[in-house]
């Protein structure tokens, strides 16, 4: 049987319900954050490829869970106002509740494996997280504030540091926190801890 979760996913970019559902991105793919839970005066959060992420609360949405949030549904009710919306047709026979459950039961397998398998490293893990979410707010600020105004202007030392950076870091919190599995950040801790020690440490000074 077709999981329409799993198909909405596949099929419905979620830049594309973002625009739908009335949050339009800036400059790098930053929007608002949809939660609504914190202040929000610059857009704290982006659009990858598969998901919203939120740099400040942490969060992350897809194409159902932004339905969910800014809609007020519950999963099945949100997966059913993106078939309708989008004429996908994935609802003709599926008793309501039926595929919400089996979602649910599904998350809070992995949340329950996910736990057995990271132990102690979870405290890293949060930790690195928060430090490169912050990492990557400073460098959106300093390539912002440090543009050099005119083609003659010497290029600020925090400019430069946000163009260099900017990209690699945030392809490496994709990989680790957004869409990656524990391996990932495995593999994260390994090549980049000292790294990500030494910016933690930097963003104390700088706070």
């Given at each position: 049987m077709t999981d329409p979760f799993r198909e909405i996913r596949e099929h419905v970019p979620i830049a594309d319900a973002a625009e739908r559902y009335g949050l339009h991105a800036g400059r790098g793919g930053m929007i608002r954050c949809p939660g609504?839970?914190?202040?929000?005066?610059?857009?704290?959060?982006k659009i990858y490829?598969?998901?919203?992420?939120?740099?400040?609360?942490?969060?992350?949405?897809d194409a159902v869970d932004l339905v969910e949030e800014l809609f007020n549904r519950t999963p099945i009710e949100a997966a059913r106002?993106?078939?309708?919306?989008?004429?996908l047709n994935l609802f003709p026979d599926t008793p309501p509740g039926e595929e919400e459950r089996r979602r649910a039961a599904r998350e809070r397998a992995e949340r329950d494996a996910g736990r057995g398998r990271i132990g102690d490293f979870e405290v890293w893990a949060v930790r690195a997280s928060s430090t490169i979410a912050a990492y990557?707010?400073?460098?959106?600020?300093?390539?912002?504030?440090h543009a050099p105004?005119?083609?003659?202007?010497?290029i600020h030392p925090l400019f430069a540091e946000a163009c260099h950076n900017i990209d690699k870091w945030d392809?490496?919190?994709?990989?680790?926190?957004?869409?990656?599995?524990?391996?990932?950040?495995?593999?994260?801790?390994?090549e980049h801890r000292r790294r990500i020690e030494a910016i933690a440490k930097r963003i104390e000074t700088i706070g």
């Open positions: 609504g839970t914190h202040e929000d005066r610059h857009p704290s959060a490829p598969t998901r919203i992420h939120c740099f400040t609360c942490g969060r992350s949405w106002k993106i078939d309708r919306d989008y004429g990557l707010r400073l460098l959106e600020q300093w390539k912002r504030e105004k005119t083609p003659d202007e010497a392809h490496l919190y994709l990989q680790a926190f957004v869409d990656g599995e524990f391996e990932d950040r495995i593999q994260l801790y390994k």
